[in-house]
């Protein structure tokens, strides 16, 4: 079973729309595919309410269907790489472009400080707890693909965390931040192809 986690910064104006077409894909691929929504900020959503959607919806699937692999796209990055170290029945990852670090670069702090209800110095019990970078090591294959020309997500943000914790690193170059949501093209068959590889 492959859940997909959408991105958009964790805001109101992106939702699980963004996510059908990949599971749609996925499907046609073999695959079980469980497309999934969270409250995101402005909508009831924030730390840690976002993240406990993501579990709430991995604990609603039947146990029959097996082990998860969480597949998500820039915030959905971070929670399904979050959801891999918080969740038993999540037995591996895919970011794509994910936000993996809250602390590394300043443009993404401000954006988690929204989900978050607060800078760094703040509430960092939030950062430490929603970070992925703060809770490493984790115990599960995880699979990374980042565009180097991603305009809105540092592709750093995928290098470092392979550095730190030995994850698997797929760069693209030239990808852009929706190449790798856009079924049709190679960045998205990475993608596919890592998450397939990863719930067999």
Not at 128 to 135: E, F, G, I, M, V
Not at 178 to 191: Q, R, Y
Request: hydrophobic share 50%; glycine share 12%.
């Amino acid at each position: 079973m492959i859940v997909v986690i959408h991105g958009g910064f964790w805001h109101q104006r992106y939702g699980l729309e963004l996510g059908r077409p990949l599971a749609a894909d996925l499907v046609a691929h073999g695959a079980a595919a469980h497309n999934v929504e969270y409250r995101r900020v402005t909508g009831g959503g924030g730390w840690p309410a976002t993240g406990d959607d993501v579990l709430a919806a991995i604990d609603a699937l039947d146990p029959a269907l097996g082990p998860v692999v969480t597949l998500g796209h820039s915030a959905g990055g971070h929670l399904a790489v979050w959801a891999a170290a918080r969740h038993p029945r999540v037995v591996g990852a895919v970011a794509q472009a994910g936000v993996l670090d809250l602390l590394g670069h300043p443009a993404i702090t401000r954006r988690a400080a929204e989900l978050l209800g607060g800078t760094p110095d703040e509430v960092p019990e939030r950062y430490a707890d929603a970070s992925p970078t703060a809770l490493l090591p984790i115990d599960k294959p995880i699979v990374l693909v980042h565009g180097t020309a991603d305009e809105d997500v540092p592709f750093e943000q995928s290098a470092a965390f392979a550095r730190a914790s030995g994850a698997e690193l797929v760069e693209l170059p030239g990808a852009g931040h929706l190449d790798v949501i856009t079924v049709g093209t190679g960045a998205w068959a990475a993608c596919r192809d890592a998450a397939l590889r990863l719930a067999r």
